[in-house]
């Protein structure tokens, strides 16, 4: 058993299991899941026989470290071995809610206004006290959407529940945070709804400890999985990457739209059950001269008519070495699709993807050290 993918009821059980009494179970999990120790050593309300037991039977196995890269904003990308050797990658983000990807996805450009002169809202928590951690769910991504770097690389493994948890803490720890302003987003490798079981029972665990206000699952629209998601008592933010509103553009640029074709995807989104005051989060990647007309954006708007929505537009983060054939729009074009977005009265923000330069951005998490398709060790700019 891991108990870093164990539920309270699981330690529960467990704890009766081994002739313990039953509030022993509450207490390993909040050593593991509260307080976020890495090991039993300092757990002083756990008799010493215990703590000896627990060291040898349930290890909490955090992912290791391997590699660093911090971009100028603050912003960590890690890069984490499992135990098998898988490597995965998730990023650290400060900030406060008005830049943070999780919830508000705020406009960048709006933030920096802010910090030019702004007042800050009466009442708001210090910005330095928020950030994001963004997690991967899989060790790769079959879905195979064009302008993704994590796509193009193939394929990898699901996570499972105490890998994705364990990765949260690995990050915590290291950057000297807790739960306290704490946003996860599931944007990190991989597609979390073709690994529904590790993420609905990681899920099942965070909220123990964190609000599911502040925790976001992002999907490339798994119609089928999004009902299971949609089920659960305590839900995550939905956030959809659509990234094209017609099905033949859609198609080309996400191929699982063959799979589950758009209508489907828009369907469980009017189905999705949100919390007052809550919206989706429609992700929309912007590509030069692919999806970026205004003619784009009137689509979009029709598309999401009657959606409780909010819409993320991305500018591409390019990578020449994976995505040679994909381009960034220019900045007048960006603001052309935005207008026309705003102006059909849709909440529409920028996300400046945080640490690009430590391609710690949106579609850039590799994983792996080495390219398979072209015997280059490290990509640009990644060697440690
Ligand atoms: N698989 C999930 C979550 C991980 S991808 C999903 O697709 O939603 C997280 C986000 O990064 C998605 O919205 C995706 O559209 C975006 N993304 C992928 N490649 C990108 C790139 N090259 N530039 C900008 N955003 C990208
Ligand atoms: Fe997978 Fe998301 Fe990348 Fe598409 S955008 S390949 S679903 S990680």
């Not at 990681?202 to 629209?221: D, K, Q, W, Y």
């Not at 959809?240 to 995807?265: H, K």
């Not at 960034?328 to 640490?355: H, M, Q, Y």
């Amino acid at each position: 058993m891991d108990p870093l993918g164990s539920t309270l009821l699981d330690l529960e059980t467990w704890a009766v299991a081994h002739g313990l009494p039953r509030y022993r179970g509450r207490q390993i999990f909040d050593r593991i899941h509260r307080l976020l120790s890495p090991d039993y050593a300092d757990a002083r309300e756990l008799p010493a026989a215990l703590r000896d037991r627990l060291a040898a039977e349930l290890p909490p196995r955090r992912p290791e470290i391997v590699r660093r890269d911090r971009a100028a904003d603050g912003s960590v990308k890690f890069g984490l071995r499992l135990a098998d050797g898988a490597l995965i990658e998730a990023v650290y983000m400060p900030g406060d809610a008005r830049t943070s990807l999780a919830n508000e996805f705020t406009d960048a450009r709006a933030a920096g206004r802010e910090a030019e002169g702004g007042r800050r809202e009466a009442g708001s928590t210090p910005a330095a006290e928020k950030f994001t951690v963004c997690l991967s769910s899989q060790t790769g991504c079959a879905v195979d959407c064009a302008f993704c770097v994590t796509g193009r690389l193939g394929g990898g493994r699901n996570l499972t529940a105490g890998e994705i948890l364990g990765q949260l803490y690995a990050v915590l720890a290291d950057a000297g945070r807790s739960h306290e302003g704490l946003r996860v987003v599931f944007m990190g490798m991989g597609e979390p709804l073709l690994n529904p079981d590790g993420v609905v029972l990681a899920l099942e665990i965070l909220f123990e400890t964190l609000p599911p206000r502040r925790v976001t699952v992002s999907t490339s629209g798994i119609t089928p999985a999004l009902a299971r998601l949609a089920a659960l008592p305590r839900r995550p933010n939905l956030a959809v990457s659509l990234n094209a509103a017609d099905e033949a553009t859609r198609t080309r640029l996400m191929p699982i739209t063959r799979t589950y074709p758009l209508p489907g995807l828009i369907a469980a989104m009017r189905a999705w059950p949100l919390e007052p005051r809550r919206r989706i989060l429609v992700e929309y990647v912007l590509i030069a001269g692919v999806n970026d007309s205004p003619d784009d954006a009137s689509r979009l708007a029709r598309l999401l008519r009657g959606i409780e929505a909010k819409v993320n537009v991305i500018p591409l983060n390019e990578d020449p070495t994976y995505l040679p054939e994909w381009k960034r729009p220019s900045e007048a074009v960006i603001d052309r699709f935005v207008k026309t977005l705003v102006d059909a009265r849709w909440p529409v923000t920028v996300r400046r993807s945080r640490g690009p330069d430590a391609s710690a951005a949106c579609g850039q998490l590799k994983g792996r050290l080495q390219d398979p398709r072209r015997a280059r060790m490290w990509p640009r700019g990644t060697r440690p």
